[in-house]
Structures are given as structure tokens and as C-alpha cells.
């Protein structure tokens, strides 16, 4: 070996670390490059859902339009603790011709479930009429059984939503999904505009990224309006229901990591 | 370099994996503030007899009620004086404290007992002058005034028409003795105010119906005679004229009037051919036409402003109990569509101003309340609850509030029955008629 070839030393650090740093900004590059490729994919995915409880109507409604919004407007806390109702079966055609009624769109919160349930006396005849005629009937299987109580249980008329027309489709929701409709309840209270935006029609997405204590770390325009101000009054509105409920401990990282989207008002 | 690389894939495969989909979440509608609103004084000057001085004071209350009743819309807040124009500094005062709109009154005497105003709109936001408006009453016409300068007012800060140029019919049995019980026509401001007595039959008046303009009435009249063979006959009035003359006088019962847009034909409840049916007459010719054909009654027709759907009860679900249903007027059974289901005894189905929704009267719990549906059968809300039996539901002009009658029964042989007015979502704006008997069946000029 020469010693003549022999560089200093600091040659080859010099090399060396530039090799790297530049190894270091590509890798970053196509990193980023491809996280914003899962951005675009991930806007793809993006699933509207939107909290409703379809009523089925046996009577004429006991409550009336401002005893509903009252308890529409009270503070998701209640919210929060209500059970999950599980996505009812299909509706059993029930032999009471023509005394039921489809009551679509109404977003009834779920607290009101139980009083609801008590106000709709007809109700339980139905449920009753259904029990009767399923009992002579010996060859059901141990699971229709079990849809079929569960549905009296029910009283066949409440179950949980999808969308604020409430078509109705059942979908089993994901953690993910339940925990955004809470925020959503929890926001709405604060959710106000002035009258000159009303009938402008527009519409604002909030990406919010929430800590595993349900505080809301960043909140950050995902969609304009177009609007600022009414931009600006969506994320008032996040900002001021925040601590939101805390979420359950396997969503704790998406949710941080800003995978719900808040619609104003879609 | 194998290592670089190592950590250039892993690196990428973190980025990849955190691709999940974002959830969207609806929030809904939003609440719509308040507008903030001032409606107040610039100094009058000269000296005023108390008389007068009653007169700008009423003129003023008057303005301030009309636009109490938009209390979802505005805030009104308790006036300051003003003596000029505003200043910008003014503007940021009323800013900070949630005005956005204010109201100058500019009063001048000009004849005895007679004054000029000049209403000035200001708009906090944009600080600017929005419109001026300017007018002369007396205390014969303060209150068309102040409504005719309040609607323009109306209509440059919300962009829509309110219903303060609007007057409901309605009918009533002052008069009425022990013996002898009258129930006659009459019309007032939405607001209650300049009452008019429009018949004088002496008789029993049902079902009026107002044409769109607000010109004739259609009503039907039950005659105090002592003959066993009366007949329900259906009268119009030209309200401008004074005079009445009657429309249809077949056999039986010829009520239940509404007219069709344009005016120029009616639908009504006719039982010459024995059952109650619906029919469309021809005002002039006087022509009929069938629109309902079933064994079982069909009563009560209303129609919406575009003339393709009307609403209606029928005995067809079986029962005994009256449903509402829709059909297309222009037709015999034509498009017939079931729109309730529920209710015992349903009543008075009644299209809003832009079709889109019908109020009607349903028993429950031994009461008739108000209840909201759809046209399409969508969406039944509950409007009254514990507040008497309330019927005849009628919606404003602009949709935004719907009139009824309530009656509440004071001892076993006394009742009361008055009309009040109610948002479209149920909040009881109070009580229209006063001192005038017990007055029902009102109905909203549109």
C-alpha cells in the first residue's frame, strides 16, 4: 500500500458524512412524497358519517318540536354515558296494517330512548302482537329467537342511525366512528354563526387532532368554505367544546394522529 | 449502504402504514345568532300636544312589536337616544355590544295630529346607511304605516318579505245572544290590530278561505232559520265592494271553499251526490268538476300555491278514522298519496307558503293539538302540548309562523276560544284577538 494514497483522515469523514446527509434528505423526500400519496389515498377513504336515531312512528308523537330540541341541545356529558344501542335487525313485518309510520330524519338523541320508549304505548302492542304470532311457530332457530327478543326488547322502533336523512341502512360503526359522533354532539352547542352567513349554503371541514386525556391538540381547516369568518367560527366552536369525552384506548393513536374530520355542517 | 437503504425502506414503510382513511363526522346545522337591533329617536322638535305626543309614542311601540315577533331573528334592544346620524365611534359601541342593525326615527309635525317619519336603516357592520324610508301618518293610518315602512325595512336586512303587511280572517260570535247564536266574518292586521267586521248574515259563517291577494273571501253560512231544510251554501265576498253573493247552492252541504292559484276556480266539499266529495268550480261559469271519487267521505281540501298538489282528509283508510292524503287537483283520484298514518281524528291539513310542508289539528289526550308533516309524509313533529284543544292551523305568508285557535274551557258550561300565534317549530307568540268573543277558523292572507 502507497502511503501517498493515503488521504488525510478528515477527507473521509468529509465524504462520508456528506454521502449520508444526502442519503438522509432523499430518504425524507421520498417519504414525504409518499405520505402525501397516502393523504391523497386517505381522501379517498373518507367516510361521511353522521349521527341520527331512526324512529319508526306507531302513534302521533308524544314530545313536542321544543321538548325535542331541549334535549337535543343538552351538553353530550349524558351523551357520553348512554349505552350503545346495537344495530337492530331487520324490521319484522309486523300484522298491524297500515297503523305504522316511517319518521325519518328526526335526530333524536339517545338518552331521550328510554322515555321515548315509555311514551309510545302502542308501541308495546305491537311488540306483543309479534311475540303472539312468533310463538306457535316451533321451527325457529335459537338465533332468529334471539333477533326476534331482542328486537320486543327494543320495541322494534328504535335504532341506531346513519345519517342525518336516515336512510336507514344499518352499518356496524367502528370505535372510531362512535367516538366522532360523540364530538360531534359535544361541538354542535357551540356550533353558531352569524345571520348574514345562514343562506350562504357553505361548508367547512376541521381536521381535529385529540390527546388520549381528550383535549384537542391541533384543529386545522382540512376543507375552506371560502368563508373565513365562517371558517373561523367552525373552529371557535371546537376549540370551545374542548376536553372532548376520552377516547377508548385502541383509537387513542388515530385520533391523535388527526384521522376524524369535523363537517359544517356536513 | 445496505444499512442506508434498510433505513430508507423502513422509513417508508412507516408512512404507508398509517393510511387508514379519515372519518367525517357531521356537526349539523348551525345555530344562527341574533341580530342585534335599535330602533330609536332622533329629537322631535316643537311643542307637541299630548295627543300628539301619544301618537309618535304608539307609532313607535307598534314598530318595535312588529318586529318582536322575529325574536328567532333579532334582538331588540332598549333604545338610546340619537340625535344625529351615526358616528363611526357610535358604530363601534353598538358593535361591541351585538348590535347589528339600528333603526332611526325621524318624526316632524306637520299638521296637527299629523307627523312625517323618515326611517333611516343603518347597518354596524358595514357602517353605512342600508335604506330610508319616509312616510306620514295620522292616528287614523299609523298602523298600516308603520308596517308598510317595516316590511321595506324588513326586507333590506333579511332579503326576504315579512308578514307585517299581512291580515288574517277570521270568525267570531260577539254579538251573540243566549238565544240566539251568530257567528260572523272578520279581518285584522296579523298583529291583531284594526279589527273590521266583513259580514253581517246574522247567521252561523264556516270554513272562509282568503284569496292570494287578499281581496275576496269564500265562506260558507249556516242560516238562523227555523225551517228543517237548511242547506250549507258557499258565499264570496269582495272585500273591497262589501258585497257578497252566493257561489254554490246544491243540495246539502257546499263547504270547505280554498281557492286555486289564479283565483279563478275554487275547490270545495260538496254533498249534492250524496257522498261528500271534492269538486273544483269554476267561479264564473260555475261549472264543477269532480277531483275525489270514493265511497267513503273526502272533505277539507287546501292547496298549495303552485296548484299541482292538493291535501286532503278521507274516511278511505277505514276505520273511522279521517286520514290526510295529497292528490294532483287537476285530476280525478290522480297521484292520491297517503301521507298520515297515525291520529285519531285529523284535521285541517294545511300547505306552508311554499308547499313544502302541512300543518294539521290531530286528536290526543282528549284535546285537538297542532302537529307538522311533510308533504311527503316525512318528518311528523308535535307543535302544542298543554295548552288547551288548538285547531285551525294556518301558516303565515312567509312560512314562519302558523295561527290557530285555542280554547280553553273555564267552568262545565263556559269556554274561551281565541287566536294565537306560534313559530313554525311551536313557540307561542301569544294571543291575537282580544275582546272579540270567541273567535276561530283563522286564516292567513298570503
Keep these: 500500500m502507497k502511503l501517498a494514497n493515503v488521504r488525510p483522515l478528515s477527507f473521509y469523514t468529509k465524504r462520508s458524512s456528506g454521502l449520508h446527509i444526502l442519503l438522509v434528505l432523499l430518504a425524507c423526500g421520498l417519504s414525504w412524497f409518499s405520505w402525501n400519496a397516502g393523504e391523497k389515498q386517505r381522501k379517498i377513504n373518507i367516510k361521511l358519517i353522521q349521527s341520527s336515531v331512526r324512529v319508526d312512528m306507531v302513534a302521533l308523537p308524544q314530545r313536542t318540536l321544543k321538548e325535542l330540541a331541549a334535549i337535543q341541545s343538552r351538553p353530550a356529558s349524558v351523551a357520553a354515558k348512554k349505552e350503545e344501542v346495537a344495530p337492530a335487525p331487520k324490521r319484522v313485518e309486523v300484522p298491524d296494517k297500515g297503523n305504522e309510520f316511517l319518521k325519518k330524519g328526526k335526530v333524536v338523541k339517545k338518552k331521550s330512548l328510554a322515555e321515548l320508549l315509555k311514551g309510545y304505548s302502542a308501541k308495546k302492542e305491537v311488540a306483543k302482537k309479534v311475540k303472539k304470532v312468533s310463538q306457535p311457530q316451533e321451527g325457529l332457530s335459537n338465533k332468529e329467537k334471539r333477533l326476534l327478543e331482542g328486537l320486543i326488547k327494543s320495541g322494534n322502533k328504535v335504532q341506531e342511525g346513519d345519517s342525518l336523512v336516515g336512510n336507514g341502512s344499518a352499518e356496524v360503526s367502528t370505535a372510531v366512528e362512535s367516538y366522532a359522533r360523540k364530538l360531534s354532539q359535544v361541538i354542535k352547542p357551540f356550533w353558531t354563526i352569524p345571520s348574514y352567513l345562514a343562506d350562504k349554503e357553505l361548508q367547512t371541514r376541521i381536521r381535529v387532532f385529540i390527546s388520549s386525556e381528550g383535549r384537542v391538540v391541533r384543529a386545522t381547516v382540512y376543507e375552506s368554505s371560502g368563508d373565513e369568518e365562517y371558517d373561523k367560527r367552525a373552529l371557535e366552536a371546537v376549540k370551545k367544546a374542548s376536553p372532548f369525552p376520552v377516547p377508548e384506548e385502541k383509537i387513542s393513536k388515530s385520533v391523535l394522529s388527526g384521522d376524524i374530520l369535523l363537517g359544517f355542517p356536513l | 449502504m445496505i444499512r442506508n437503504l434498510l433505513v430508507l425502506l423502513f422509513i417508508l414503510t412507516l408512512s404507508v402504514g398509517a393510511d387508514e382513511g379519515l372519518t367525517v363526522v357531521a356537526v349539523g346545522k348551525a345555530d344562527i345568532e341574533k341580530d342585534g337591533l335599535i330602533i330609536s329617536r332622533a329629537g322631535l322638535t316643537g311643542t307637541l300636544t299630548d295627543n300628539e305626543k301619544g301618537l309618535v309614542s304608539k307609532y313607535e311601540k307598534l314598530a318595535k312589536n312588529d318586529f318582536s315577533f322575529y325574536k328567532e331573528r333579532f334582538n331588540l334592544h332598549n333604545s338610546q337616544s340619537h340625535d344625529s346620524k351615526a358616528t363611526a365611534k357610535d358604530y363601534d359601541s353598538l358593535a361591541s355590544s351585538g348590535v347589528r342593525y339600528f333603526i332611526l326615527n325621524k318624526f316632524e309635525k306637520i299638521r296637527p295630529d299629523t307627523f312625517k317619519v323618515n326611517s333611516e336603516l343603518y347597518s354596524v357592520r358595514n357602517k353605512e346607511l ?317
Design chain 2, 130 to 446: 342600508l335604506e330610508s324610508v319616509s312616510t306620514s301618518f295620522s292616528s287614523f293610518d299609523y298602523r298600516k304605516r308603520v308596517h308598510e315602512a317595516n316590511d321595506t325595512l324588513f326586507q333590506k336586512m333579511t332579503g326576504k318579505s315579512s308578514i307585517f303587511r299581512s291580515k288574517v280572517v277570521f270568525v267570531s260570535d260577539k254579538g251573540s245572544t243566549r238565544s240566539r247564536g251568530i257567528k260572523e266574518l272578520y279581518m285584522m292586521d296579523f298583529d291583531g290590530g284594526n279589527v273590521k267586521k266583513l259580514t253581517n248574515h246574522r247567521g252561523n259563517i264556516i270554513s272562509p278561505a282568503l284569496n292570494f291577494d287578499g281581496s275576496k273571501v269564500l265562506y260558507s253560512l249556516i242560516k238562523n232559520s227555523k225551517s228543517k231544510k237548511r242547506n250549507i251554501n258557499l258565499y264570496i265576498l269582495d272585500i273591497r265592494t262589501g258585497e257578497s253573493r252566493v257561489v254554490s247552492s246544491r243540495k246539502g252541504i257546499n263547504s270547505g271553499a280554498f281557492f286555486m292559484p289564479g283565483g279563478e276556480s275554487i275547490a270545495l266539499t260538496m254533498t249534492h251526490q250524496g257522498n261528500a266529495e271534492i269538486y273544483s268550480l269554476n267561479l264564473k261559469s260555475g261549472d264543477a268538476r269532480r277531483i275525489t271519487k270514493h265511497y267513503q267521505p273526502d272533505v277539507d281540501p287546501s292547496i298549495n300555491a303552485s296548484g299541482s298538489k292538493m291535501a286532503f282528509l278521507s274516511g278511505r283508510s277505514g276505520g273511522g278514522k279521517p286520514m290526510i292524503y295529497t292528490a294532483d287537483p287537476n285530476g280525478l283520484e290522480k297521484n292520491v298519496k297517503r301521507i298520515s298514518y297515525v291520529g285519531k281524528f285529523n284535521a285541517t291539513p294545511r300547505f306552508s307558503a311554499d308547499g313544502s310542508e302541512i300543518v294539521f289539528a290531530s286528536w290526543l289526550d282528549n284535546r285537538f293539538d297542532i302537529f307538522r308533516i311533510d308533504e311527503n309524509g316525512a318528518n311528523l313533529h308535535r307543535l302544542t302540548k298543554d295548552f288547551g284543544s288548538n285547531e285551525d292551523p294556518t301558516y303565515s305568508n312567509d312560512g314562519q309562523f302558523i295561527a290557530f285557535s285555542s280554547q280553553r274551557v273555564i267552568s262545565r258550561s263556559k269556554a274561551v276560544q281565541n287566536i294565537y300565534i306560534m313559530t313554525r317549530d311551536g313557540d307561542i307568540l301569544g294571543q291575537i284577538t282580544k275582546s272579540m268573543g270567541n273567535c276561530s277558523t283563522p286564516r292567513w292572507s298570503k
